[in-house]
Every structure is written in structure tokens, then in C-alpha cells.
């Protein structure tokens, strides 16, 4: 006790290391007993355990950090499971001599292996010591951002030069190369952004451009240079990024290169320069700025970037750029929208007033300006925008607001990888997660941390908006636009063709018969003074989709189909966003345009500063809903007003994700939200009506299943409703009380009907939803209802394995309390029972391959049924909830991308498993959620208009087509690789 005691006082009296720098304790005080920490570091060395527990008794903050790891991040508290010695030490020493001794030794490390596990088991080892000290000096308030992302950086640039210089020293010595000279290699590898510019985020891919110069590389005689270096930087790439027991160094992403769709992964210098002079583009321009060489030949990447300047930066003010920027950012967010933020759910980098637009506010003016002065060439955010302050290209305050809340914004990015170590940037969909992260941030609330965040979200806002203000309107056609009734005007028809219109004159009769009054809404004089204003927005907006012929002839669709005129273009004058909105609706969504013509009233939603805020909640759309239906006269009134709710809904949610204010995992729970609401509602309207009719049944009970997409909450504007409608009543009283009585197997099957009729019945206001009901036991050739008895009997004894499958996604939307946990534990009882994986797993092998048979699966775009699609995704969410229910009853979800991410957190499937196929579910789901609106049948990205391919690639966030297109591909093959491991077994030698 007395030597322990001693060694306390010791611990007070020191006051350096890392946990006597902190300053912060990042939670509460932590009242239980024991310490989070003792779970975690149990099997240690008990002189470990106690030195940690005197280091936490002695500094508060450090105790208070730690507890806040426990209790937030999986990730970190793995790490410190794995090692609680390299805890003690990274508390107990200083964190920056810490960290660039661990760099050395990994270095001297690779230097002296002959082995490629000893190279990656060296490589991880670093980054897992990063990790974990970044983290908690960043936590405790010891790092200030620029030392976060600098020792990030380093940890990246020496692990990614280790490894190059490695395979540069094998391939010499197995007689590749003449000899290995690092400095003379004509091997390079780039840096691109946050990288290039040492802003590395806490989880963040590393973004990559491998070049080679054939005459430079020392390379044997009969060695050719492309396949050569193709394969170093294959081998590069798994050094760096492949899991291994350790862990992982980096995901590395080389889809900056030019055209990465047709280019491989490593190309030469000249190709890459012969590139970007003939159709670089500007945000190509804007990625220059910050690269950097790291690895290999640095000579042959500084003299790259040197040629690379005059197309990066422009001798003359390059005021085009503000357009270009501007049309980049709008490709982010096709309609800004208004100040209103919704705090679940945000993307903190790329959603409104986030990073993304603090980046872009700076590279426009370094783009602008930079030609002429060189200081204005960092890659750093925040000397940049220090910079352009001093040279006063923006105001002190600008630079002072924007720069506090990309430190702030950065912070908060960071904190969300650290939970998992995933590359995320969004705020959790639900209060409650973000409430649980408001206190890893260490905020009282979640109300407390929204403010905050919302304050900065709006200041930026606001300076990105203004930096737009004095530039020329995007609409400032050159050239006349001008409309005389009777005749062409030859000057607006060479402006209409320099603005892309194949049909100048066509084009031309079209805008004059609108300004003639053609269209009856616009028989109104002041609605056609008013239109006139805003055609040449117009005009420009429509070519800007990149096909303005056949944006025109929907353009006049539109105007022939409104109902009224003077209201809604009046709107459109007031408001230019709005036009642009309108455009790319009409570009892009045909069928959002007819109904908006059928309904201007929609417009006035699309003004309300509440519309871009938060999605309404399902208590909020229920009050809406039968507000609406109290006021129905009859019956038809009901259905018809029921189905104007419903399209409303419909059109306001689809102009979210056209506009990216609606991301694909919040619209998909959106939808069948409201479909859950329209179901219930209108069900509980047709069971009063029904009742009237027939009486009741004594014990009798109905409930409604979502399945499928609608049960899985992933539901797109074209999804089928697919339900099974179960019930109950008592034997001993079969007959319904009613004037009109039925025995009860009658009675449920014709309220079935009666539902089904109520929500596929077309009326004057079309029909609200097409509905599915083959998923019932026995399919079409059983009863249109069953009863629950039947219903278990049918599951325990005659089900196959893909009607469990289906069960997987059963939710029931529509019962009474009583009834629903019946029918609830029904379903848990089917889903839990034991099953022999093997044999599961062959089933599901079996029932892809006929569906790739029948379907196909061949075509990438085809994102449902091609090899790595969803329906793979799907089978294996379903397989592992089938697979493992019984022991890990946590994963029993209907969503697929919950059940995967579960599966990683139970540890039924590798993290970096279940990371990927959760990545690659939101992005074929965001990807799936715009195609349903823009596209009836296949889509064909040869036949796709440069509007919807733009839309598709900011969907997907990337910044061209091209670089979608490649990351689709990988991630597609990534996917369908992890489905035939996990499901290989018995079913291996089935595999295609």
C-alpha cells in the first residue's frame, strides 16, 4: 500500500504525457465502479492495470476521456483491449515524440524485412498506434486540428513510402530492375486531397495518382513499363489497404486519375499530361491543388506538377471558374434550398454549409486569383483562406467564421469515424444516436450539440452564398433571346444554337407560343409578362442538362398540362434557384414534372423553409392524413383525397433527392413511412365502414405485414406495396354480429379485398399504390388471407427457404397491440430457430443462380440483378439473419444495411466486410432512389442525358460519371467476392 501510494504521489508530481496534458474530461463524471476502462484492459499484466488505474486516479480528464471511449467507440476500445501496455505508454509519454519514434521504427522495420507479413504487420502496427493516440490527444484536447491531420498525414506518407520503397527493393532484386534507386525510379505516387494538402481525416481513405515515366525507370531490357508498373501498384494497394489480423493501414482510392473508367491504376506521364490538356476539367483543376508527391521517384512528381501549373493555375483573372465552381457545387446540392438544417441524418462534409463548401469557398478564389499570385497556392483550407484575408480577396470576418467552423466541422467528422473507424461524414438518422454522439462530443444534449452545429451550418450558408452574388447569373446568355409573336427572331435563333439547341426554330415556336398565350394557363397577360422574364433562365438552365432539345418538348409538356399559370410563374420570377430546380426536374424526372403541372400548388411546399429542414415524422404526416380524411364527404372523396396525400408526398420527397437534400437511406425510410401512415389510416377507415356493414367478430383480430422493400424500409417512388394480411377469432362464435353476417374465414378475406380495393382502385386522382400479395403462405393458390394458427403451422412445417428469406423483412404496420406481439413473436419464432448454415447457404447459391439465369446479372447498371447487385446484398442480409438469429438475436432487423452492419458489430462477419457491403448498400441505394425517378424502364448510361448522369455521379458522390462508373464496378466486384466467401460451404462447388 505504502510503495502504491508512492508511486501516486510520483504520478501527481509529473506533469508531463499525454493524460496530464488533458484539459478536458469529454463526458460527465463517470459514477460507476468499476472504471469502463477495467473491462477493457482485464487480461493485462497486473502492473499494467494498476499503473493505468493510479494514471486515471491522478488525472481526471484522462479518466473522464476514457470513459467517453468506453462508452462511444467500439473501435478505439478494441484497440485498447488488444494492447492495454501500449495504452500506459501513449498516457505516460509525450504523443508527438511518441509518434515519430513509432514511425522510425516501422521504417527501420520494412527496411530490414524479406518478408511481405512482416511489411504489412509493420505498416499496421503503426497505424493501430496512430489511431489510437491521435484519438485521444484530439479527445482530451491536446491536439488542435492541425496537429491531428499532420500526424495523420505523416503516419499515411510514411506507410505508403515504406511500402514503394519495399516493392521497389524486391523488384530489383528479382532482377525487374537494373537497380533500386528510390530518387530514380520513374515511379511516383501522388497525394490528392486532404492527403496532398497533410489534412487527412481520422478514418479517410487515402485519395492516390500513380504515374511513371518509361525512360526515366531503370527498368531490364525486356521488361515492359506499363504492366510492370500496373502490378507495383496493385501490390501497393494490398500492402496498404488488405485486413489482416492487425488490422489495415489505409483504403486506398485511385479514381482521381484521368478517365478511371478506361486507365489503370498506374499510367504513364505523358498519357496523364496529354489528358488533362485536352479535356481536364475544372474540378480536376481544383484536385491539383493539393498534390503532393509522397512515395517513390519525388524528382519525377515535383517536375510532373510543375507542367501540371499553367493548367492549374491561369496567368489572367479566371473568372469562369466561379461558374464552373459554382456548376461543382450545384451538382452537390441541385437546389440549395433554404437555412433550415436537419441535424439527423447530415452530411457534415457534403451537406449544406459543411466542409465541402468551406473547401470550395477557398479553391474558387485560389482558382480566381492564384495564376497571378503564387502565395495563393497552398493546399491548406486554412492558410488558404488566411491568405486570400491578407490579400483581401474575402473579408476578415469571412475568413474568421469560416475557418472556426472548419475546425469545428472537422471535429465533428472526426469524432463520427472514430465510433467505427468508418469513412463517415453523417450524423446518425435517429435522436437518439445523435444524442448518444452529442455526449461523445462531449455536449449535456443532443438540443445543445444541434445549436451549435446549426450555428455553424448557417454561417457558412451564408459566406458561400455571397461569393456567388457578384459573379454573372448563370443565365447571362450572350447573345439576343427575344420572342416577337409573328416571326423568328434570327439573332435569338444563333443564340439558341450557341446554347446547344440542335432545332433552334422549333425551340423558338415553342417559346412563342407560350408567350402567346397557347397554353391555357398562360392566358393571362401578367402571367405571360412574368414567364417572359425568366425564359432565358430558363433556356439556359434546360441546355445546361446537356440534351435541350428534349428538355424543351417536356418543358412544354409541362406548360400545356398546368392547371393555372399567373401563380406559379410568378413564384419562378421571384425565385431563380427555383427555375434551376424546375429544370432539372424537367431534364431528368419527366414524370415529377407532369404531376407538379397537374399540381403547382407543390410549388408553395418547395418555398417553405421547412421543406429542406427535417423530414415529417410519422405522428406529423398521421395528424395530416386524417385531418384530410375528416373532411371527405363520401366515399369517393376519401379515396380521392387519400391519393392527392399520398402523390403530394410523393413529389416533395422526390424533388429531396433530386435536390440531394434527401439522402437515399432517409428517403427509402420516407417512403415507407408514409406508406405505413396511408396503410394504417385508410385501413382503419375501411374496417369502421366494414364493420358497419357486417358487425364484428367475437376474438377477431387482423393484421397487416409489410414485406419486402416496404418492410425493409427501403422503398423507392415506384415501389409495389407487398403485404400479407393475417387474423384471429374466436371458433366458438364464427359468424360476425353484423346485419349482413359472415362466417369469419369469409369475413377476412373480403376486408382484404375491401383494403386492397381501397388502395389500388384508380379514381379521378389516380391510385395510390399497386399492391403485391404473392408473398402469403402458398402464394396465389393460397387463401387471400390466413389465419395466424395456419400461419405458424405453414412456417414451422411447408415453408421454403425463400418465403423465410421474405419473413426476414416482416413488419407489421397495422394491428392492435394485442395482435401485433402475436403475430411479432410468431415471426421471431420462425426467424430464430436453428438452422444448418451449409445447407442455407446452398439453398440461397441455388435461388441466385436462377435468378441470374432468368434475370441475368451481367450488367452493371442493372443495380437490383447484377453480380455484386442488391439482390446479393439482400440474400446475404437474409442468410445471416436466417444463419445466426438464434445466437445473436440483434441482427433479426428488416433493413438490409442494418442487419450487415450488425453482423460486423456481433462479429458474424470481418468489420471490413460488413463495412464494404454496408458502403455498397447506401450507394446502390442512392443510386437506385434516382434512377426510380428519372428512368421508367433500363437505364442505359450510353442513352442517359448528361443532366441525369451529372445527378447520378453527385448521388453517388463523385465527381464525374466516368468515376462513378469505375467505383460502381469495383465495389460491385468487392460485394459479389464477400457474398460467394461467406456463402461458399457446401454450396462452393455451385459457385458460377
Known amino acids: 500500500m505504502v510503495e502504491r501510494q508512492g508511486r501516486r504521489k510520483t504520478a501527481r508530481k509529473e506533469q508531463s504525457g499525454l493524460a496530464a496534458r488533458m484539459r478536458m474530461a469529454a463526458s460527465e463524471p463517470?459514477?460507476?465502479?468499476?472504471?469502463?476502462?477495467?473491462?477493457?484492459?482485464?487480461?493485462?499484466?497486473?502492473?499494467?492495470?494498476?499503473?493505468?488505474?493510479?494514471?486515471?486516479?491522478?488525472?481526471?480528464?484522462?479518466?473522464?476521456?476514457?470513459?467517453?471511449?468506453?462508452?462511444?467507440?467500439?473501435?478505439?476500445?478494441?484497440?485498447?483491449?488488444?494492447?492495454?501496455?501500449?495504452?500506459?505508454?501513449?498516457?505516460?509519454?509525450?504523443?508527438?515524440?511518441?509518434?515519430?519514434?513509432?514511425?522510425?521504427?516501422?521504417?527501420?522495420?520494412?527496411?530490414?524485412?524479406?518478408?511481405?507479413?512482416?511489411?504489412?504487420?509493420?505498416?499496421?502496427?503503426?497505424?493501430?498506434?496512430?489511431?489510437?493516440?491521435?484519438?485521444?490527444?484530439?479527445?482530451?484536447?491536446?491536439?488542435?486540428?492541425?496537429?491531428?491531420?499532420?500526424?495523420?498525414?505523416?503516419?499515411?506518407?510514411?506507410?505508403?513510402?515504406?511500402?514503394v520503397d519495399y516493392l521497389l527493393r524486391e523488384a530489383g532484386g528479382s532482377g525487374k530492375l537494373r537497380k533500386f534507386t528510390r530518387d530514380a525510379s520513374g515511379y511516383v505516387v501522388l497525394a490528392m486531397g486532404k492527403h496532398g494538402a497533410r489534412e487527412l481525416n481520422y478514418s479517410s481513405d487515402v485519395d492516390l495518382i500513380v504515374l511513371y515515366d518509361p525512360?526515366?525507370?531503370?527498368?531490364?531490357?525486356?521488361?515492359?513499363?506499363?504492366?510492370?508498373?500496373?502490378?507495383?501498384?496493385?501490390?501497393?494497394?494490398?500492402?496498404?489497404?488488405?485486413?489482416?489480423?492487425?488490422?489495415?493501414?489505409?483504403?486506398?482510392?485511385?479514381?482521381?486519375?484521368?478517365?478511371?473508367?478506361?486507365?489503370?491504376?498506374?499510367?504513364?506521364?505523358?498519357?496523364?499530361?496529354?489528358?488533362?490538356?485536352?479535356?481536364?476539367?475544372?474540378?480536376?483543376r481544383a484536385a491539383y491543388i493539393k498534390a503532393r508527391p509522397i512515395a517513390g521517384d519525388l524528382a519525377l512528381g515535383e517536375s510532373f506538377l510543375k507542367q501540371m501549373a499553367p493548367f492549374v493555375w491561369r496567368r489572367s483573372l479566371d473568372y469562369a471558374a466561379v461558374a464552373d465552381v459554382h456548376a461543382?457545387?450545384?451538382?452537390?446540392?441541385?437546389?440549395?434550398?433554404?437555412?433550415?438544417?436537419?441535424?439527423?441524418?447530415?452530411?457534415?462534409?457534403?451537406?449544406?454549409?459543411?466542409?465541402?463548401?468551406?473547401?470550395?469557398?477557398?479553391?474558387?478564389?485560389?482558382?480566381?486569383?492564384?495564376?497571378?499570385?503564387?502565395r495563393l497556392r497552398t493546399p491548406r483550407t486554412l492558410e488558404a483562406l488566411e491568405r486570400l484575408a491578407e490579400d483581401g480577396w474575402i473579408g476578415k470576418a469571412a475568413r474568421e467564421e469560416l475557418s472556426e467552423a472548419y475546425v469545428y466541422l472537422r471535429r465533428v467528422e472526426h469524432r463520427l469515424q472514430m465510433v467505427a473507424d468508418e469513412q463517415t461524414h453523417t450524423l446518425p438518422d435517429e435522436p437518439e444516436g445523435v444524442a448518444a454522439f452529442a455526449v461523445f462530443m462531449g455536449y449535456p444534449s443532443r438540443e445543445a450539440f444541434a445549436t451549435e452545429l446549426t450555428r455553424r451550418l448557417s454561417r457558412v450558408q451564408r459566406h458561400y452564398a455571397r461569393l456567388f452574388e457578384?459573379?454573372?447569373?448563370?443565365?447571362?446568355?450572350?447573345?439576343?433571346?427575344?420572342?416577337?409573336?409573328?416571326?423568328?427572331?434570327?439573332?435569338?435563333?444563333?443564340?439558341?444554337?450557341?446554347?446547344?439547341?440542335?432545332?433552334?426554330?422549333?425551340?423558338?415556336?415553342?417559346?412563342?407560343?407560350?408567350?402567346?398565350?397557347?397554353?391555357?394557363?398562360?392566358?393571362?397577360?401578367?402571367?405571360?409578362?412574368?414567364?417572359?422574364?425568366?425564359?432565358?433562365?430558363?433556356?439556359?438552365?434546360?441546355?445546361?442538362?446537356?440534351?435541350?432539345?428534349?428538355?424543351?418538348?417536356?418543358?412544354?409538356?409541362?406548360?400545356?398540362?398546368?392547371?393555372?399559370?399567373?401563380?406559379?410563374?410568378?413564384?419562378?420570377?421571384?425565385?431563380?434557384?427555383?427555375?434551376?430546380?424546375?429544370?432539372?426536374?424537367?431534364?431528368?424526372?419527366?414524370?415529377?414534372?407532369?404531376?407538379?403541372?397537374?399540381?403547382?400548388?407543390?410549388?408553395?411546399?418547395?418555398?417553405?423553409?421547412?421543406f429542406f429542414g427535417a423530414v415529417p415524422d410519422e405522428v406529423t404526416l398521421e395528424a395530416r392524413l386524417r385531418a384530410q380524411l375528416a373532411e371527405a364527404t363520401d366515399e369517393e372523396d376519401?379515396?380521392?383525397?387519400?391519393?392527392?396525400?399520398?402523390?403530394?408526398?410523393?413529389?416533395?420527397?422526390?424533388?429531396?433527392?433530386?435536390?440531394?437534400?434527401?439522402?437515399?437511406?432517409?428517403?427509402?425510410?420516407?417512403?415507407?413511412?408514409?406508406?405505413?401512415?396511408?396503410?394504417?389510416?385508410?385501413?382503419?377507415?375501411?374496417?369502421?365502414?366494414?364493420?358497419?356493414?357486417?358487425?364484428?367478430?367475437?376474438?377477431?383480430?387482423?393484421?397487416?405485414?409489410?414485406?419486402?422493400?416496404?418492410?425493409?424500409?427501403?422503398?423507392?417512388?415506384?415501389?409495389?406495396?407487398?403485404?400479407?394480411?393475417?387474423?384471429?377469432?374466436?371458433?366458438?362464435?364464427?359468424?360476425?354480429?353484423g346485419a349482413r353476417p359472415l362466417h369469419g374465414t369469409q369475413y377476412y378475406a373480403r376486408l382484404t379485398q375491401r383494403l386492397v380495393s381501397a388502395l389500388t382502385t384508380p379514381t379521378n386522382a389516380g391510385r395510390l399504390y399497386e399492391v403485391d400479395l404473392r408473398l402469403r403462405p402458398s402464394g396465389r393458390a393460397g387463401p387471400i388471407a390466413t389465419r395466424l394458427p395456419a400461419f405458424e403451422v405453414y412456417q414451422a412445417e411447408e415453408a421454403w427457404t425463400w418465403e423465410h428469406m421474405a419473413l426476414t423483412r416482416a413488419r407489421v404496420v397495422l394491428a392492435s397491440p394485442a395482435f401485433r406481439g402475436r403475430v411479432e413473436e410468431a415471426i421471431a419464432t420462425v426467424l430464430r430457430r436453428k438452422r444448418d448454415p451449409e445447407r442455407l447457404a446452398a439453398d440461397i447459391l441455388d435461388m441466385r443462380m436462377a435468378i441470374a439465369e432468368e434475370k441475368g446479372d451481367g450488367r452493371p447498371w442493372d443495380l437490383k440483378y447484377s453480380q455484386g447487385g442488391l439482390v446479393d446484398l439482400e440474400f446475404l442480409a437474409q442468410f445471416l439473419v436466417l444463419a445466426h438469429g438464434a445466437s445473436h438475436p440483434e441482427m433479426v432487423q428488416t433493413s438490409t444495411v442494418r442487419v450487415l452492419a450488425a453482423a460486423g458489430r456481433v462479429g458474424v462477419v470481418e468489420p471490413a466486410d460488413a463495412q464494404l457491403l454496408t458502403r455498397a448498400c447506401s450507394l446502390l441505394h442512392d443510386l437506385t432512389q434516382v434512377l426510380r425517378l428519372?428512368?421508367?424502364?433500363?437505364?442505359?448510361?450510353?442513352?442517359?442525358?448528361?443532366?441525369?448522369?451529372?445527378?447520378?455521379?453527385?448521388?453517388?458522390?463523385?465527381?464525374?460519371?466516368?468515376?462513378?462508373?469505375?467505383?460502381?464496378?469495383?465495389?460491385?466486384?468487392?460485394?459479389?467476392?464477400?457474398?460467394?466467401?461467406?456463402?461458399?460451404?457446401?454450396?462452393?462447388?455451385?459457385?458460377?
Open 638 to 737: 376519401l379515396l380521392d383525397r387519400a391519393r392527392h396525400f399520398r402523390q403530394e408526398q410523393h413529389v416533395l420527397m422526390g424533388v429531396r433527392v433530386l435536390s440531394g437534400t434527401l439522402p437515399a437511406a432517409q428517403a427509402g425510410d420516407a417512403f415507407a413511412r408514409l406508406a405505413d401512415v396511408v396503410i394504417r389510416v385508410l385501413g382503419e377507415q375501411v374496417i369502421a365502414r366494414f364493420h358497419e356493414a357486417h358487425g364484428v367478430l367475437a376474438g377477431g383480430e387482423v393484421a397487416v405485414l409489410a414485406m419486402g422493400k416496404l418492410g425493409g424500409r427501403e422503398m423507392t417512388a415506384g415501389s409495389d406495396l407487398d403485404l400479407i394480411v393475417l387474423y384471429d377469432f374466436d371458433d366458438d362464435a364464427p359468424e360476425s354480429n
Open 934 to 992: 428519372a428512368v421508367t424502364g433500363a437505364f442505359d448510361p450510353a442513352q442517359a442525358s448528361p443532366a441525369l448522369r451529372r445527378l447520378l455521379a453527385r448521388a453517388g458522390t463523385m465527381p464525374d460519371f466516368a468515376t462513378l462508373d469505375a467505383h460502381l464496378r469495383e465495389t460491385q466486384e468487392e460485394v459479389r467476392g464477400v457474398f460467394l466467401r461467406l456463402l461458399s460451404g457446401v454450396g462452393a462447388s455451385r459457385r458460377r
Open 30 to 163: 463517470v459514477a460507476s465502479t468499476p472504471h469502463p476502462l477495467a473491462a477493457l484492459v482485464e487480461t493485462a499484466e497486473e502492473r499494467v492495470r494498476l499503473q493505468l488505474g493510479e494514471v486515471l486516479a491522478a488525472y481526471p480528464a484522462a479518466s473522464g476521456v476514457l470513459a467517453n471511449i468506453g462508452a462511444h467507440s467500439p473501435f478505439l476500445s478494441e484497440l485498447i483491449r488488444r494492447d492495454p501496455e501500449r495504452l500506459l505508454r501513449l498516457l505516460t509519454s509525450e504523443p508527438e515524440a511518441g509518434l515519430a519514434e513509432a514511425r522510425v521504427t516501422m521504417a527501420t522495420a520494412v527496411r530490414a524485412a524479406t518478408d511481405e507479413a512482416v511489411v504489412m504487420a509493420a505498416l499496421r502496427q503503426l497505424r493501430a498506434e496512430t489511431a489510437l493516440a491521435v484519438a485521444l490527444a484530439d479527445i482530451g484536447e491536446v491536439f488542435d486540428l492541425a496537429t491531428v491531420t499532420a500526424e495523420l498525414t505523416a503516419t499515411a506518407d510514411a506507410a505508403i513510402s515504406a511500402a
Open 215 to 284: 525512360a526515366r525507370a531503370p527498368l531490364r531490357k525486356d521488361v515492359e513499363a506499363p504492366p510492370f508498373f500496373v502490378r507495383l501498384t496493385r501490390q501497393l494497394v494490398r500492402l496498404v489497404q488488405e485486413r489482416t489480423p492487425d488490422g489495415y493501414v489505409a483504403r486506398v482510392d485511385l479514381r482521381l486519375r484521368p478517365d478511371p473508367a478506361s486507365t489503370q491504376a498506374a499510367l504513364s506521364v505523358d498519357s496523364a499530361l496529354d489528358y488533362y490538356e485536352r479535356e481536364g476539367a475544372t474540378w480536376e
Open 328 to 374: 461543382m457545387k450545384q451538382e452537390i446540392h441541385a437546389f440549395r434550398g433554404h437555412d433550415a438544417v436537419a441535424v439527423e441524418g447530415h452530411n457534415v462534409k457534403l451537406g449544406r454549409g459543411g466542409i465541402r463548401e468551406i473547401e470550395f469557398f477557398a479553391q474558387t478564389q485560389q482558382l480566381i486569383a492564384g495564376g497571378r499570385d503564387a
Open 470 to 610: 457578384d459573379a454573372p447569373p448563370r443565365a447571362a446568355v450572350e447573345g439576343r433571346l427575344e420572342f416577337p409573336a409573328k416571326a423568328d427572331d434570327r439573332e435569338t435563333l444563333a443564340t439558341l444554337h450557341r446554347l446547344g439547341y440542335q432545332q433552334p426554330q422549333q425551340a423558338s415556336a415553342t417559346v412563342r407560343a407560350w408567350l402567346s398565350g397557347e397554353p391555357r394557363a398562360l392566358r393571362n397577360a401578367t402571367a405571360r409578362e412574368r414567364l417572359a422574364a425568366i425564359v432565358p433562365l430558363l433556356l439556359d438552365a434546360l441546355a445546361r442538362g446537356g440534351e435541350p432539345d428534349l428538355a424543351l418538348i417536356a418543358a412544354d409538356r409541362f406548360f400545356g398540362q398546368l392547371t393555372t399559370g399567373l401563380r406559379l410563374v410568378s413564384v419562378l420570377a421571384r425565385n431563380p434557384d427555383l427555375v434551376r430546380l424546375l429544370a432539372t426536374i424537367l431534364s431528368t424526372a419527366p414524370r415529377l414534372g407532369e404531376i407538379l403541372a397537374r399540381r403547382p400548388v407543390l410549388f408553395d411546399a418547395l418555398l417553405d423553409p421547412a
